[in-house]
């Protein structure tokens, strides 16, 4: 079994790590970042609605992936809220304090809703070979020049009604040039939260997250969507 550890940064607003170790040693990381709000300055909580929403993904890719030395971390939050991008800067403490625990791991950004702007805003970090984007909030004109080089996988649910799935099939299709692949998924019969369908939502994050660390190939129904042109590519059915 792998151990849980939880590196907390000791100032009063910080975020936080916690990480469920694999059974050797560290070889790679899978990124966990949960939703919010679109402003806000309270402080997060390891039980909030959002951040227990994760903690199947993060169980489920511990229990598939410590074998291959692949440490599953969950990132908090200093603040609930977006405001002017505090969880981009979140996820780029948590890519720097990988890096000092790990050294220089391949890591796989995995983020939902706010975390999935977050995850795609912070993918040209030197560590990043891929991120996925569950039903992520995507306003118009975000930036993606950092997407440029590496794998990304976005799904969206067809009953969102939290989150655009018009806005991140745009987003997919302006980003399909300029990612290295590219692909976009649209879950059939399901809403934000990601409860209906979630056994197939958990295990779309494992096709990506194992073969993105070098665990495994890439499945014949991901290779296929990322050969599909942009059109096709943005609209796959799952």
Do not use: K
Not at 147 to 175: N, Q
Not at 222 to 232: D, S
């Amino acid at each position: 079994m792998g151990s849980i550890t939880t590196t907390v940064n000791r100032n009063r607003a910080a975020p936080a790590l916690l990480t469920l170790s694999p059974t050797g040693a560290v070889r790679a990381v899978a990124l966990f970042a949960h939703g919010g709000r679109s402003e806000s300055t309270a402080p997060t909580s390891t039980l909030q609605p959002t951040a227990l929403r994760m903690y199947p993904f993060l169980a489920d890719l511990h229990r598939h992936g410590r074998h291959h030395g692949i440490a599953s971390c969950q990132l908090r939050y200093r603040v609930r809220g977006f405001n002017h991008g505090d969880p981009v800067e979140d996820v780029e403490w948590a890519l720097d304090e990988i890096e000092r625990r790990h050294g220089q791991v391949p890591v796989c950004l995995v983020g939902h809703s706010m975390g999935g702007r977050a995850v795609l805003r912070a993918a040209g970090s030197p560590a990043v070979t891929a991120a996925l984007a569950l039903a992520p909030w995507l306003p118009p004109e975000e930036p993606q020049a950092q997407l440029a080089g590496r794998t990304i996988v976005i799904a969206h649910g067809s009953r969102d009604r939290v989150t655009s799935p018009a806005r991140s099939l745009a987003y997919a299709l302006r980003a399909h040039a300029i990612a290295a692949r590219l692909c976009r998924f649209e879950v059939a019969r399901s809403g934000h939260a990601m409860l209906e369908r979630a056994s197939a939502w958990q295990q779309l994050a494992r096709r990506v997250v194992l073969p993105a660390l070098g665990a495994g190939e890439w499945g014949e129904g991901l290779q296929a969507a990322f050969a599909l042109p942009a059109a096709e590519g943005c609209r796959v059915p799952l």
